[in-house]
């Protein structure tokens, strides 16, 4: 995905707290008569990135003095391996996973540095991280991300103040459509049920038949689902554990009447054949192509943190114009937006092996602290200087017109190969807000250019619509003698809740029948014993 589209994504201008670029590359120079260091990393392969041939991969070995042997794995089955090698014995030296394939949770952070697998990376940060030490003393939030109740960083999440990612289900909808059918927005969720049964049987398209396809989406962590945004009219869904908090105390979402309320309304859209079943079922590859069908137009409205999910942005698109995002709408309890507190998933992106030497852990923190400056995170991330980005000219806007910018895509060309001359995701280590929004971004919101600028108007249309109590599960730890616990008790729970709203909408289950027995069935699952795990955490960090 693109830089100003990923899953999580961020980028910013000046360097941490005065550190610099000059400093990292200081600390990280080796000596040229030394021989490369061999580091061993788990890794993902992206579509048109290969690490293995990579320009920074090149620019790192050359300014670190290290020889990459990547472990390179497809995004699908990444966690899965992720968790085989580690299982085997027969893992890397280090793992470096952007979070929006795979990365290690705090449960696994806490499971794996306790049994010595991973190393703490305080010492090595100490004496050799000073730019990350500075975006620590910048932005307190981050060491509280990273450091686990025992004191230790045992890895270093990916810090992405990603403003369009922190509301992740937006709702796209073919705005030509509406214009052709004379349909204003809808701003409530009957309007929208409306709307959508426009799109089915008024022949949109133009094309004779009744192919269109009125809602869609998928099933990964990118905004994709459909429920969470329409679930936001009757309570809040925060589209990952369904936790509220309420007068300081963490309650279930998935047990309350007006839970029940919002499934009945989604299965009415399910009965009335408005929302596509696959959206329950298949991956983003198969959603987009609903949104890019060859013979016509089909999509009417589809969920996703940005549209280029589902449609092509790229120069010479046929739909990306035609979707618009649409505000949170307006349901008999609410009209709510999912907010994960600033698009920082909470975890660890990479950590340091015990399979590591000495020199290779040194060269490690000295190639992520590189990333944690302003230079070495646009080059990363973005690709290298002079191929993939520039500095700005003084007609140029950033993304925040009122500050200066900083960094200038440079785009592709028609039919150009891949650059192939950064990390993209991979290298997403530092980049707060005030760093993205000294990317230059095109005015034209419908350029691909100006996407950004598009995604960040749009997500002015949700902020504030986030309950005015928010459960920061992503920022909490939980006390390590009762992790295990609750990462089982997280994971039994969600499958459960996820699995029962699947057969409550499709009418596998009875919402009159059965629905005392789907909350008993949580009840058993200990859910209560849940809660009081996280009330602890969350009580224990308020202190």
């Given at each position: 995905m693109a830089l100003a589209a990923c899953a999580k994504n961020e980028n910013s201008p000046a360097s941490p707290s005065g550190a610099s670029s000059s400093s990292a590359a200081a600390s990280g120079s080796a000596s040229a008569s030394a021989a490369p260091v061999p580091i061993k990393v788990f890794s993902i392969q992206e579509s048109g990135i290969d690490l293995t041939t990579n320009k920074f991969s090149k620019f790192i070995e050359d300014k670190f003095?290290?020889?990459?042997?990547?472990?390179?794995?497809?995004?699908?089955?990444?966690?899965?391996?992720?968790?085989?090698s580690l299982a085997s014995g027969d893992y890397p030296d280090?793992?470096?996973?952007?979070?929006?394939?795979?990365?290690?949770?705090?449960?696994?952070?806490?499971?794996?540095?306790?049994?010595?697998?991973?190393?703490?990376?305080?010492?090595?940060?100490?004496?050799?991280?000073?730019?990350?030490?500075?975006?620590?003393?910048?932005?307190?939030?981050?060491?509280?991300?990273?450091?686990?109740?025992?004191?230790?960083?045992?890895?270093?999440?990916?810090?992405?103040?990603?403003?369009?990612?922190?509301?992740?289900?937006?709702?796209?909808v073919n705005t030509k459509w509406m214009k052709q059918l004379g349909i204003q927005p809808p701003k409530t969720t009957e309007e929208f049920k409306a709307m959508l049964e426009a799109f089915k049987t008024k022949d949109p398209n133009g094309n004779g038949k009744q192919d269109e396809?009125?809602?869609?989406?998928?099933?990964?962590d990118f905004g994709v689902r459909?429920?969470?945004?329409?679930?936001?009219?009757?309570?809040?869904?925060?589209?990952?554990?369904?936790?509220?908090l309420k007068d300081g105390k963490v309650v279930s979402a998935a047990i309350t009447p007006e839970w029940k309320e919002g499934l009945a309304y989604i299965k009415s859209l399910y009965d009335e054949k408005l929302i596509d079943p696959g959206a329950f079922t298949q991956n983003a590859e198969a959603f987009k192509k609903i949104g890019e069908n060859g013979d016509a137009q089909i999509l009417g409205a589809g969920a996703g943190m940005h549209p280029a999910i589902f449609v092509n942005i790229d120069k010479g698109n046929r739909f990306s114009a035609d979707y618009d995002a649409l505000p949170p709408l307006t349901g008999p309890h609410g009209s709510l937006a999912t907010h994960d507190g600033g698009g920082v998933d909470p975890g660890a992106k990479f950590v340091i092996t015990n399979k590591a030497s000495k020199e290779a852990q040194v060269a490690l923190i000295k190639m992520v602290d590189y990333m944690f400056t302003p230079e070495g995170q646009t080059n990363g991330a973005s690709?290298?200087?002079?191929?993939?980005?520039?500095k700005p000219g003084p007609d140029d806007v950033a993304l925040d017109e009122s500050i200066k910018a900083q960094f200038k895509p440079i785009p592709a060309t028609e039919g150009e190969a891949p650059r192939n001359a950064g990390w993209s995701g991979v290298a997403h280590f530092y980049q707060p807000k005030e760093y993205r929004d000294s990317f230059v971004s095109a005015t034209d919101i419908y350029d691909s250019a100006g996407y950004e600028r598009r995604l960040y108007q749009a997500t002015l249309e949700y902020q504030g619509h986030e309950p005015k109590e928010l459960f920061p599960l992503w920022s909490l730890w939980i006390d390590p003698s009762l992790t295990d616990e609750a990462s089982i008790l997280q994971t039994n729970l969600k499958n459960y809740i996820e699995r029962s709203e699947l057969q409550f909408i499709t009418g596998n289950l009875d919402l009159n029948k059965d629905w005392d027995s789907y909350v008993k069935g949580l009840k058993d699952l200990k859910l209560d014993r849940y809660l009081e795990i996280l009330q602890q955490a969350y009580d224990k960090a308020a202190k």
């Open positions: 003095n290290i020889k990459f042997d990547w472990q390179l794995n497809p995004s699908d089955g990444a966690k899965e391996k992720r968790q085989i280090a793992y470096i996973l952007p979070s929006y394939i795979d990365h290690f949770s705090q449960a696994d952070l806490l499971k794996y540095g306790k049994q010595g697998v991973i190393v703490p990376l305080n010492d090595l940060i100490d004496q050799y991280g000073p730019n990350i030490k500075a975006a620590m003393e910048a932005h307190p939030d981050l060491k509280q991300y990273i450091t686990a109740p025992d004191g230790n960083i045992y890895g270093l999440v990916s810090y992405t103040q990603c403003f369009h990612c922190s509301y992740p289900n937006k709702m796209w396809v009125p809602l869609s989406g998928s099933i990964e459909v429920v969470p945004y329409l679930m936001n009219g009757f309570v809040y869904d925060d589209d990952r554990n369904y936790l509220n690709g290298m200087e002079g191929i993939d980005w520039e």
